[in-house]
């Protein structure tokens, strides 16, 4: 949708102002700037986060408890300050050990990382489908802001 009626002055003055503060890409660039500055490091794209389906409907009243932060939450696992096998070595170990406890949900902490780019942030959706622990898992979702918002996941335990 475009713009029809004319700037008035204010915008334009403001126009002015950061238009000079940006230059055009360079033909067949797609990126501004070029290179990355030696201290960064490129991380890839995640993979798009699909809800694992339950065999049954998680309903209504379960689907708005989660959504308003409202779950009961049985265990919390903080992954902070682990590299990525020592985190996925206790996500394992503490989601067999939730489900042989016949606990319900866990909270998983991960952290959001820079930017929201986090590595455990992104791997954990994975991590969830690896043999050992996904027959036990019925669903995962986005923990509510009260529990950690970007940075934490609810995951739900199958019964036994």
């Not at 919390?76 to 050990?97: S, V």
């Not at 791997?123 to 690896?130: F, I």
Request: hydrophobic share 35%.
């Amino acid at each position: 949708m475009t713009n029809t009626r004319p700037p008035n002055p204010p915008d334009q003055d403001v126009w002015h102002r950061v238009s000079r503060t940006v230059s055009p890409l360079k033909k067949g660039s797609s990126k501004p700037g070029g290179a990355i500055p030696a201290g960064f490091m490129r991380v890839p794209t995640p993979k798009p986060v699909l809800r694992k389906p339950r065999h049954e409907p998680i309903g209504l009243r379960a689907d708005k408890k989660t959504r308003r932060g409202r779950v009961e939450i049985d265990i919390k696992l903080d992954l902070h300050d682990l590299t990525m096998p020592q985190a996925f070595e206790a996500l394992r170990r503490g989601i067999i050990r939730a489900y042989n406890q016949n606990f319900h949900c866990v909270l998983v902490i991960t952290g959001k990382g820079i930017r929201g780019q986090g590595v455990l942030r992104q791997n954990l959706p994975n991590w969830l489908g690896h043999p050992d622990i996904s027959p036990v898992i019925a669903e995962y979702a986005q923990a509510h802001i009260r529990h950690g918002g970007n940075g934490a996941w609810y995951i739900f335990l199958k019964t036994r």
